[in-house]
Nanobody, 125 residues
Framework: QVHLVESGGGLVQAGGSLRLSCAASGRTLSSYAMGWFRQAPGEERETVAAISRGGGSTYYADSVKGRFTIARDNAKSTVTLQMNSLKPEDTGMYYC??????????????????WGQGTQVTVSS
């Protein structure tokens, strides 16, 4: 089992940047693919980005390609999401999550088993 804690959210103006971090404890992070998800009020949770266990494969939602970068440091048990050129539509609660250990790389939220408590990102226009 893995325990996840997000940090780094906040209020930023459109065009600004934020860097979210996800700290993992428990089972070694290299056992898990990882993903970042977001949910706006009244909306379904959507996948923002995902990264394979070794970091060699990544996935980005079309809406964030070229602006967001997911990365991981298994030695430090952290996963980050660098968000640049933020837009008001990026506003939402951001969650990091992990699927079952040693499961395949996936971008489907339904396959993710362990979730953090979330960190709020608000982008003002």
């Amino acid at each position: 089992q893995v325990h996840l804690v997000e940090s780094g959210g906040g209020l930023v103006q459109a065009g600004g940047s934020l860097r979210l971090s996800c700290a993992a404890s428990g089972r070694t992070l290299s056992s898990y693919a990882m993903g970042w998800f977001r949910q706006a009020p009244g909306e379904e949770r959507e996948t923002v980005a995902a990264i394979s266990r070794g970091g060699g494969s990544t996935y980005y939602a079309d809406s964030v390609k070229g602006r967001f970068t997911i990365a991981r440091d298994n030695a430090k048990s952290t996963v980050t999401l660098q968000m640049n050129s933020l837009k008001p539509e990026d506003t939402g609660m951001y969650y990091c999550a992990a699927p079952a250990a040693y499961s395949g790389f996936t971008a489907s939220p339904a396959q993710y088993r362990y979730w953090g408590q979330g960190t709020q990102v608000t982008v003002s226009s």
